[in-house]
């Protein structure tokens, strides 16, 4: 065979994008969690009924309405959205450092896939994650609680950014930790603090200043205000500021993440 012959054989035949690649990723990052749905679809729904019922049963009945609204009816956007970034952040991250622990992450690495076609098959599972479960909470709060939806397509945006956000922090999480406990550290001690202290309890008009002016500069505080502004109608914040931070964050954490996917870093040995 002739150098040209050679040199076809490994030309790029799939165009400027590898579809057939990255939805052979994405379809396996969806049906990671879809083949244990009990514990990535329904369990989100006992916790997130557990959070409603305990604060509205200790703290409901002495709290009077907040932005005009019940307490549980003010209560049950920051639920929805906290449930949704968790999770989506749970699908990525886990799914790169079992890989890592396994050892298969080479399996990822190997086929002509780009960074950036990396970083969108990974956030494609924890996007459907969190819309999934989105969808299965918000259906069970419009049955139990009768909560309707204000703007339903602002609630989309942001639910939608949300967990797009928590993905792309979860695929720079999953490369920085070679194991689970290291994972379970950037869950519990950032993950899990930014979703409490994001006003997803309270309206931060109730803070002191400085610890206000702190929660402003949290994008995650964004995403519950402005699932709030979807649900009810009223948010601490400009619907149009939140998505601004939303997207700028979205953007430099996707960036970081194909920076990382493209070089290998701490994943090729």
């Not at 969690?33 to 604060?55: D, K, R, S």
């Not at 709060?141 to 609630?155: F, K, N, R, S």
């Not at 309206?203 to 964004?222: D, E, T």
Request: aromatic share 10%; charged share 10%.
């Amino acid at each position: 065979m002739d150098m040209a012959g050679f040199r076809d054989m490994g030309a790029r035949r799939f165009g400027r994008v590898n579809w057939l690649g990255l939805g052979a990723l994405a379809k396996r990052e969806i049906m990671r969690f879809l083949v244990v749905w009990t514990q990535t679809l329904a369990a989100p729904l006992v916790t997130a009924g557990l959070f409603l019922a305990v604060f509205t049963l200790a703290i409901g009945p002495m709290r009077g309405e907040v932005m005009g609204v019940s307490f549980v009816t003010f209560l049950a956007p920051g639920i929805l959205m906290m449930t949704v970034i968790q999770n989506a952040f749970a699908n990525t991250s886990s799914s790169i450092v079992i890989s890592k622990v396994q050892g298969n992450i080479v399996d990822t690495l190997m086929p002509p896939l780009s960074g950036g076609e990396l970083v969108l098959g990974y956030m494609a599972g924890g996007v459907v994650r969190g819309l999934m479960v989105g969808v299965v909470i918000l259906a069970a709060e419009a049955l139990v609680l009768g909560q309707g939806v204000a703007h339903p397509l602002w609630l989309l945006v942001f639910v939608t950014l949300g967990a797009a956000l928590l993905s792309a922090i979860g695929i720079a999480a999953g490369i920085l930790s070679n194991k689970f406990d290291q994972i379970a550290a950037i869950t519990n001690f950032i993950v899990v603090p930014l979703s409490f202290l994001s006003g997803t309890f309270y309206s931060i008009s109730a803070l002191p200043p400085f610890m206000a002016a702190l929660s402003q500069i949290n994008p995650v505080f964004y995403l519950i205000d402005g699932a709030r502004f979807g649900m009810i109608g009223q948010s601490d914040a400009a619907p149009w500021l939140g998505l601004a931070v939303v997207l700028a964050a979205l953007l430099a954490c996707s960036a970081l993440c194909w920076h990382w996917l493209r070089t290998g870093y701490r994943l090729k040995p």
